[in-house]
Every structure is written in C-alpha cells, then in structure tokens.
C-alpha cells in the first residue's frame, strides 16, 4: 500500500495512491455464464469464446513523464487462431521476446474514453516468461492511443484513479 495520497476529484476525500493501474478481469465479451461451458476458458492470461474467439491478456504502458514511471491499463485483446495458438505454443519458453508482434483488437471499452477504446487496433509484443505481454495501440489521434505514445502527468494519472475508484461497474 503507498504511502502517498491525493485528493479525489470525485469525492474530495484523500485516498491512498494514486494506483498506477486498473485491469480488466476479462474481455469484455465474456459473460460469467460462460465459466464451464464446452470450448470457453478464461484465466489470468487466456480466455478462448466457444472455441471460436481467443484472447490474450496485455499491459498497455502509458509513460507518467513526472514520477519517470509509468501508469498501465491491464486489458485483453483478440487474436487470431494462429496467433494466438503461436502464442499459447511459446508461452513457457525462453526466448519467446524474440517474437513477432501479434495484430489484435483490443477487447476491452476503458470508461472515461471517447470514443471508445474497443476495438482499437493493436500489436502485441510477447516479453520474457513471467512478463505480461506489452499491447502496442495503433498510433491514432484516439486519446488513449495519444497518451501511450506522448505520456501523462501525475495530474491525469489522478484524474483517472478519481474516476475509476469512484465506478460502480468498475473493471
């Protein structure tokens, strides 16, 4: 726990943080529902839809240019059989850094964005085993896509810890 605090832009309270990510606990297009059900599967990294959809949990790092850290959004992106079934295949293994981007569309709508970040392409880069892997945004004029590439200050990283700590339907 930090023992930093800011002043909530929602609440006006002092909360502890701010947080430096938020994360998704699954694609958007998983239901509950879908837990036990023949050719669906969802854990920490993977998630397979009915055998028909795959996807793969990434971090989308945006530079904090004040702190020299940075903020992420831990989401999910679609991708294709074959890539996704390469990636299931060098999961474990050594020297998987060393892959080629995989093309996906990220999976998850972020709250506070306009227009929405679902959808958004994306490249995503495999890292070292036990790393999570890095979701590349398609560098656009969309605002989440602007933040990844020129960074944010603390300032915005407050602002979006104030909106999502205060979210009923919070990820």
Known sequence: MSTEQFVCGTCGAKHDGPPLSFAAQ??????PEMAGEEGCLLDA???????????????????????????????????SRPNFTRAVDVWEQDGRESEPPYFGWLSNAI???????????????TRPV??????????????????????????????????????TDAF
């Not at 699954?26 to 239901?31: F, I, Q, S």
Request: aromatic share 12%.
């Open 45 to 79: 990294d993977l998630c397979v839809v009915f055998g028909e959809q795959f996807f793969v949990r990434g971090l989308i790092e945006v530079p904090v240019w004040d702190i020299g850290g940075v903020f992420s959004y831990s989401m999910w992106v679609s991708l």
């Open 111 to 125: 709250a506070g964005y306009e227009p929405s970040t679902l959808n958004l392409k994306t490249n995503v880069h």
């Open 26 to 31: 699954a694609p958007d297009l998983w239901k």
């Open 130 to 167: 036990g790393q999570p892997p890095y979701i590349e945004l398609e560098p656009t004029g969309h605002p989440l896509a602007v933040e990844q590439l020129a960074g944010i200050t603390m300032a915005r990283v407050q602002e979006i810890a104030s909106f999502h700590l205060h979210r």
